[in-house]
């Protein structure tokens, strides 16, 4: 059985590129919620997807946009980016109030 | 007024000490607490949940005090193997938003 799964691992890319980030939850798992997580810190809570829908956003700005598909997977899109959103982007999964999952993260430079 | 506040260390112990951390919540309300354990460079892992009562996983015991609001960790007898950065989580009521504290680093010396 597969746990969560993040593609890609690394990326670097310059500023005020787009990028786009995958997830696919562990097997089971309805609920898929990204962080973000600074060299140093603790996660920050960035949005969680439940039933294709949005269900809460912590305090990021517009730039951040997310997707869940009807299999569960999910992507995290960030827009004109720039330098402090360097950082590793995690992606957790669970099903109703269950235990949460990570996955390996993705690590994005913005250069 | 950050949701969740870790020292965060670092902590040095040697081997087979007893090292505690500590974590404070601001929001009353919230509802279920958790440590995660993360290795370098690696995802979080859930190390244990809080329960009011208290909680033991061998050498880890889990503390809560909702009255002051604070959570603690305590490991007996450490193992090199401890070697992390230890997180304390907090869910509030809604259930669908985890407030990480910035981690306590943990290094075990032989």
Redesign the interface.
């Known amino acids: 059985d597969a746990g969560v799964t993040q593609s890609p691992t690394h990326l670097i890319k310059t500023r005020g590129q787009q990028v786009t980030l995958r997830c696919s939850p562990k097997s089971g798992h309805d609920t898929v ?1 990204w ?1 973000q997580q600074a060299l ?6 960035i949005f ?1 997807y439940y039933e294709e829908e949005e ?2 956003r ?1 305090n990021f700005p517009d730039r951040f946009s997310g997707h869940q598909f009807p299999n569960y997977s999910s992507e995290l899109n960030v827009n004109a980016l720039l330098l402090g959103d360097s950082a590793l982007y ?1 992606c957790a999964s669970r099903y109703q ?1 269950d ?7 993705t690590r994005l430079t913005v250069t | 007024r950050k949701e ?1 506040e ?1 020292d ?1 260390g670092p902590f040095n112990v040697p081997e087979g000490a007893t090292v505690a951390f500590n974590c404070t919540y601001s929001n009353s309300a919230s509802q279920s607490f958790f440590w995660y354990r993360q290795d370098c460079r ?5 190390l244990m949940s809080v329960y009011s009562s208290g909680n033991e996983d061998g050498r880890f015991t889990a503390q809560l005090n909702r009255a002051s609001q604070y959570i603690s960790l305590l490991i007996r007898d450490s193992k090199l193997s401890d070697s992390a950065t230890y ?1 304390c989580v907090v869910n509030e009521n ?10 306590t680093s943990l290094t075990v010396i032989p």
């Open positions: 919620s962080y140093g810190q603790g996660p920050q809570f969680q269900r809460q912590g995690l109030q235990e949460q999952y990570f996955g390996p993260g | 969740v870790q965060p690696k995802e979080p892992k859930l997180l809604t259930g669908n938003q985890f407030y990480f504290g910035t981690g």
